[in-house]
């Protein structure tokens, strides 16, 4: 196959497993809304149930449900001594309604929604919900670190395919790959998670944060990869342990062991929930 042509089709397949993967880790991880549908009076209706909002207001939920359905709303800080507390959902035109509790950067609510019908209960979960609040990213720091994690994600498989297939460019794919990830992930992830939970790094030796540890974690492979092909440029090996160490880390769902406030830790088991 011509050379040109081989290198346009490991382009898109490049953007395309990266797509994938992107798709794969929005749906996974522990900040996707748990969404589901619930048979109310024969009919199906739908719900969405938050794990992740801005802190300095509430976070909503809302669902539609036919004339003479009721529901309880409990809820809790999640990691602390709070006993539970239960509210009647509010309607409102045909909507069933509740607020969960505002929190600081990286303070969590757990939370369950069960209707009523008829005096039945119906829970939409079988377990509590649990969501985490954060402090709003600026687009112009949230969308470019974004722009340069995606790309690097493409260049990594597309360094790792130019190794396997054609040879003549890995160095020159691994430099770029290195500095958007860089770029991406050492310089602008920790601006993005200073914005979200008021601190730059909590991962490795700090903490346990499994995000800034996986980021942490491919970079040394790149880093490693890089330096080997600086003195000599037909090394295959490292660049593609390098891709492959990067695909296991995006396979790692977004956020799990993220940033969060354990109250046990600082309060006595009377501390109330503040609301």
């Known amino acids: 196959m011509n050379k040109t042509l081989l290198s346009v089709l490991l382009w898109i397949l490049s953007v395309l497993l990266m797509a994938s993967l992107a798709i794969y880790q929005r749906s996974t991880g522990p900040t996707y809304p748990v969404k589901g549908k619930i048979l109310l009076q024969g009919k199906e ?10 802190t300095g207001m509430d976070a909503p939920f809302e669902m539609n449900v036919p004339e003479g359905i009721t529901g309880l709303f409990r809820y809790k ?9 239960s509210v009647e959902l509010i309607p409102e035109n045909g909507l069933l309604k509740a607020s969960i509790p505002m929190q600081p950067a990286a303070g969590k ?3 369950q929604i069960a ?5 039945k209960s119906h829970p939409l979960t079988d377990e509590p919900v649990i969501i985490r609040f954060k402090g709003a990213v600026p687009d112009f720091v949230l969308w470019p670190h974004i722009f340069f994690m995606f790309f690097a994600m493409v260049f990594s498989i597309r360094t790792g395919f130019e190794a396997l297939f054609i040879r003549r460019k890995t160095y020159f794919l691994t430099t770029i790959t290195l500095f958007l990830f860089t770029l991406g992930g050492l310089i602008l992830g920790p601006i993005v998670q200073k914005y979200a939970f008021d601190a730059y790094w909590t991962g490795w030796p700090w903490g346990h944060d499994l995000t800034d540890n996986k980021t942490l974690f491919a970079f040394i492979f790149w880093l490693i990869a890089w330096v080997v092909l600086r003195k ?3 090394n295959r090996t490292w660049p593609i342990v ?3 160490v990067m695909l296991l880390v995006y396979l790692i769902p977004h956020s799990v062991l993220g940033s969060e406030i354990d109250h046990t830790k600082t309060e006595n088991p009377t501390t109330e929930i503040n609301e």
């Open 45 to 54: 209706h739908s719900y969405k149930l938050l794990r992740s909002h801005n």
């Open 77 to 85: 800080r999640f990691k602390s001594h709070d006993q539970w507390t």
């Open 109 to 111: 609510v757990e939370y």
């Open 115 to 119: 209707l009523v019908d008829n005096g």
């Open 232 to 234: 000599n440029h037909h």
């Open 242 to 244: 390098a891709t492959i």
